[in-house]
């Protein structure tokens, strides 16, 4: 199979839609609109956005009518067996950029069975198949260009905005060892709701939504994307596991997992990481930005930036855990206390 090549790459590249991110993007927001009927991508959320999501929405909707019955059959079959776009994407993230459908469809249809329950692969490729021909070619080859556009518009001023390059500023900021002799790339999607965020052949790859218009927003999505990495380093050990489970005494943030949290990110764990994540990366807008959020995006993230805040963060080795842990905790117990008869 071919693979993309990494000379290819500047140190730092701001790139427009590609079809091996863009079908596979497309196709899980339809299958969460309209099959799933996810609250994170309803279609009002997605009107939200402003006129790219409405527009957005409005050819999601087309789009599932043109599947047909055997298309839309494919979906719930495929549903059964709740795969994640992540997983596909990783790996798609290895083709090079110009991979055509047929291409796309293959190398998902490689990837191992068991990575996901059930017979997932047929009603996969033919969903897709389907999708690809019957409404997202003829929306991709409209659509792309004009993302391309404002892709390359942002790229011309980022170096300005972050000289010292966004993994060496994570890196200082956090107090946690980074490769920061990676090259980054920023892949445009047609999405204005979720990012996701790669390595491959040595590359950190952070897909952004096409309503970003500034540095500042693409930086903002990779402190997250690229935030992961970071939380690896401990999000394992017994202590943040045990402090994260104390965590379970807000009800409400319990229930916010069952309903999205859990088919999304797994673990318990992985939900907490999720929400502390996202403040982190609050936190970094405000390093280098001078931007505080204007609320939060799950129920425990902005409160995380604010408690950095409060806290006076300073990086060192073991900071950035202690505070997650230590915030945790007091969250748990203002939790039990509001619980309390």
């Known amino acids: 199979p071919r693979r993309l090549d990494p000379g290819s790459f500047a140190a730092l590249e701001v790139r427009g839609p590609v079809l091996k991110f863009e079908l596979v993007t497309a196709f ?20 939200r956005a402003g006129p790219e999501g409405a527009a957005y929405a409005d050819f999601l909707d087309g789009a599932w009518e043109a599947l047909g019955p055997d298309g839309r059959a494919a979906v719930a079959t495929l549903s059964k067996s709740s795969p994640h776009p992540w997983r596909l994407l990783d790996t798609l993230a290895r083709l090079p950029d110009d991979a055509e459908a047929a291409e796309i469809i293959a190398a998902l249809k490689a990837l191992p069975t068991g990575i996901f329950a059930g017979g997932w692969k047929a009603p996969l490729a033919f969903a897709l198949d389907k999708f690809y ?9 409209r659509e792309a260009p004009l993302v391309a556009a404002e892709a390359r518009r942002v790229g011309e001023t980022m170096s300005a905005g972050l000289p010292e390059g966004v993994l ?73 596991v045990a402090a994260a489970d104390k965590l379970k005494a807000d009800k409400r943030f319990l229930e916010d997992y069952e309903s999205t949290g859990r088919a999304n990110y797994g673990s318990w ?30 129920r425990h993230d902005a409160a995380f930036f604010a408690f950095l805040k409060e806290k006076g963060f300073a990086p060192s080795p073991g900071a950035l855990e202690k505070s997650c842990i230590d915030f945790l905790e007091a969250s748990a117990a203002k939790a039990g206390a509001r619980a309390a008869p």
């Not at 899980?28 to 009107?47: C, H, I, N, Q, T």
């Not at 990366?281 to 930005?289: H, Q, T």
């Open 168 to 240: 060496a500023f994570m890196a200082e900021e956090a107090g946690v060892p980074l490769d920061r002799n990676r090259k980054v790339a920023f892949y445009y999607t047609f999405q204005v709701i979720g990012a996701f965020g790669f390595e491959a052949e040595g590359i950190k790859i952070s897909t952004v939504q096409r309503t970003s218009r500034s540095p500042e927003d693409l930086y903002g999505t990779a402190f997250h994307e690229f935030g992961h990495e970071v939380f690896r380093t401990f999000q394992g050990k017994a202590a943040f």
């Open 269 to 298: 764990a992985n939900w907490c990481v999720e929400n502390l994540v996202n403040g982190f990366s609050y936190w970094l807008g405000y390093r280098k930005f001078g931007a505080e959020p204007e609320g939060g995006n799950y």
């Open 133 to 141: 021909a019957g409404s997202f070619r003829e929306y991709y080859a």
């Open 28 to 47: 899980f927001d339809l299958v969460d609109m309209k099959e799933r009927k996810s609250a994170w991508r309803s279609p009002e959320k997605l009107r």
